[in-house]
């Protein structure tokens, strides 16, 4: 029962270039969504979030898309370095104002920055 | 930058045996977490922890499962009578607010190999 989804497990992009990874869930319950970066041999770190009462979040180079009729959202990164080279992951949280709750994590998606 | 601590890095233990994952998290952090990752597979939740007692645990999180926060900084999970399914990469997390706006901060991870 996967509850957010992320369809591309690898993206390829060049450098200097948009990044454009996509996540879907299916629980309408969820209020909270976040995006994760992961290296190799660390820990997942937190990038950016947002609630379902916004519909954009930005931050330096990276911005969140929430559409919530389609149940989906979207991680921009503009311009992209040979740094953001990692795996991405969606999550998603039904408690609106409790951290206590897990979050549902996305399969993962693999970003590759070519020079 | 403070950190999440996690040790062993690596633990390998024969199936049927008990492990103790340790971390210490963020020191002003008061919610805390565990969650795992099966090679090629999403981060699942499996455990989290607030003011001494769990707050909310997944299915994975059966009674071979415990954690623990013995003495005010560290925060252990404790698996009894390991099974090869196991065998994962296991983070700990912590956070300082309630709200997973702020996301949380995770450890680089230990993995547990079940032989």
């Known amino acids: 029962d996967q509850q957010v989804k992320q369809n591309s497990p690898s993206l390829s992009v060049q450098e200097g270039r948009i990044s454009i990874l996509n996540c879907d869930y299916t629980?309408?319950?969820?209020?909270?969504f976040l995006w994760y970066k992961k290296y190799p041999a660390e820990g997942p770190t937190f990038l950016i979030s947002?609630?379902?009462?916004?519909d954009k979040n930005e931050d330096g180079r990276f911005t969140v898309f929430l559409n919530k009729s389609a149940k989906h959202l979207s991680l921009h990164i503009v311009p992209s370095q040979p740094g953001d080279s990692a795996v991405y992951f969606c999550?998603?949280?039904?408690?609106?104002?409790?951290?206590?709750?897990?979050?549902?994590f996305g399969k993962g998606t693999h970003l590759i920055i070519q020079p | 930058e403070p950190e999440v601590t996690q040790t062993p890095s690596h633990q390998v233990t024969q199936m049927g045996q008990e492990v103790i994952l340790r971390c210490v998290p963020i020191?002003?952090?008061?919610?805390f977490y565990w969650y795992r990752q099966i090679l090629g597979q999403k981060v699942e939740f499996l455990v989290s922890?607030?003011?001494?007692?769990?707050?909310?645990k997944s299915e994975i999180f059966d009674d071979r499962f415990s954690v623990e926060r013995p003495d005010g900084s560290n925060f252990t999970l404790k698996i009894r009578s390991t099974k090869l399914e196991d065998s994962a990469m296991y983070f700990c997390?912590?956070?300082?607010?309630?709200?997973?706006?702020?996301?949380?901060?995770f450890g680089s991870g230990t993995r547990l190999t079940v032989v």
């Open positions: 997390a912590s956070s300082e607010w309630v709200s997973t706006n702020y996301g949380y901060t």
């Open positions: 999550a998603a949280s039904g408690n609106p104002g409790g951290g206590a709750d897990g979050l549902t």
């Open positions: 947002i609630s379902s009462i916004k």
């Open positions: 629980n309408s319950m969820f209020d909270y």
């Open positions: 922890f607030y003011n001494n007692e769990i707050s909310e």
């Open positions: 020191s002003n952090h008061l919610y």
